[in-house]
């Protein structure tokens, strides 16, 4: 893991110097291709999903400068006043919602991202289904999995997956892989386990789990996707009071 991330965040971060992007991410990216080696697998396997989120467009272009290039975003309304004009000068970024989609927002989302993950229930589905037909504009769509069943957290509970992945292939619905947020006092590896195993079953290729804090493991149980945060832009921002502050990541 990055020893050096950014101190927290604060409104004059666009400012500041942010040479740490650059470092922390070849040190993510080296820490990616060591997990992939342990067990066998190309490191070209696995793509890293930097998570921007409340981060500003200077320390997205501060990455994309060190070569990065898929991206994810919680919210669609960040990510609007963020993106496009990135886009501009790099028109292959990569923009995942890995968020949670309100249905009223989804004709945004399908304009704004190119892959959706967190796909986790009937009426949404219906609606992505219904706005990528209409835009001519199919993204590619991982279904969220509640694998530990938090009654307070998105997702579709393992017991009900079968069925709903029926109903999206019933609407045309570009499924592609599955991802999944274990609980944070769990072991996340019982969690990653049980996601490859529901998606080896249905024969979806594509796997989001890991975070800053777990990744290496991720990749060793198959993850084709890790999301990482923290570990390649520091902090979260001192001004975003929507969650609690995140602990600097450990060696």
């Given at each position: 893991?990055?020893?050096?991330?950014?101190?927290?965040?604060?409104?004059?971060?666009?400012?500041?110097?942010?040479?740490?992007?650059?470092?922390?991410?070849?040190?993510?990216?080296?820490?990616?291709?060591?997990?992939?080696?342990?067990?066998?697998?190309?490191?070209?396997?696995?793509?890293?999903?930097?998570?921007?989120?409340?981060h500003?467009?200077?320390?997205?272009?501060?990455?994309?400068?060190?070569?990065?290039?898929?991206?994810?975003?919680?919210?669609?309304?960040?990510?609007?006043?963020?993106?496009?004009?990135?886009?501009?000068?790099?028109?292959?970024?990569?923009?995942?919602?890995?968020?949670?989609?309100?249905?009223?927002?989804?004709?945004?989302?399908?304009?704004?991202?190119?892959?959706?993950?967190?796909?986790?229930?009937?009426?949404?589905?219906?609606?992505?289904?219904?706005?990528?037909?209409?835009?001519?504009?199919?993204?590619?769509?991982?279904?969220?999995?509640?694998?530990?069943?938090?009654?307070?957290?998105?997702?579709?509970?393992?017991?009900?997956?079968?069925?709903?992945?029926?109903?999206?292939?019933?609407?045309?619905?570009?499924?592609?892989?599955?991802?999944c947020?274990?609980?944070?006092?769990?072991?996340?590896?019982?969690?990653?386990a049980?996601?490859?195993?529901?998606?080896?079953?249905?024969?979806?290729?594509?796997?989001?789990?890991?975070?800053?804090?777990?990744?290496?493991?991720?990749?060793?149980?198959?993850?084709?996707?890790?999301?990482?945060?923290?570990?390649?832009?520091?902090?979260?921002?001192?001004?975003?009071?929507?969650?609690?502050?995140?602990?600097?990541?450990?060696?």
């Amino acid at each position: 893991m990055p020893d050096n991330p950014a101190p927290e965040a604060t409104e004059g971060a666009a400012a500041a110097d942010l040479s740490y992007i650059a470092e922390n991410l070849a040190l993510v990216r080296g820490h990616m291709a060591e997990a992939a080696h342990s067990v066998e697998r190309p490191p070209s396997q696995v793509v890293l999903v930097a998570v921007s989120k409340t981060h500003g467009a200077p320390a997205v272009a501060a990455a994309l400068a060190a070569g990065q290039r898929v991206f994810g975003e919680n919210r669609v309304q960040e990510a609007a006043a963020k993106y496009p004009g990135l886009r501009q000068d790099h028109p292959d970024l990569e923009l995942h919602l890995i968020g949670p989609l309100q249905t009223n927002k989804v004709r945004e989302a399908v304009a704004l991202f190119d892959v959706i993950e967190s796909v986790d229930r009937p009426k949404l589905a219906a609606a992505l289904a219904a706005e990528m037909a209409a835009q001519g504009r199919w993204l590619r769509c991982f279904v969220q999995v509640n694998t530990g069943e938090e009654p307070q957290k998105a997702g579709i509970l393992p017991a009900a997956l079968d069925a709903f992945l029926e109903d999206c292939r019933n609407l045309g619905l570009p499924v592609v892989g599955l991802m999944c947020i274990p609980p944070v006092d769990e072991e996340p590896t019982l969690h990653f386990a049980l996601l490859a195993g529901m998606a080896q079953r249905h024969g979806l290729p594509v796997l989001s789990m890991g975070m800053s804090g777990d990744f290496e493991a991720a990749i060793a149980l198959g993850a084709t996707h890790v999301r990482i945060g923290t570990a390649i832009f520091g902090r979260r921002p001192v001004t975003d009071t929507s969650r609690a502050p995140v602990a600097a990541p450990q060696p």
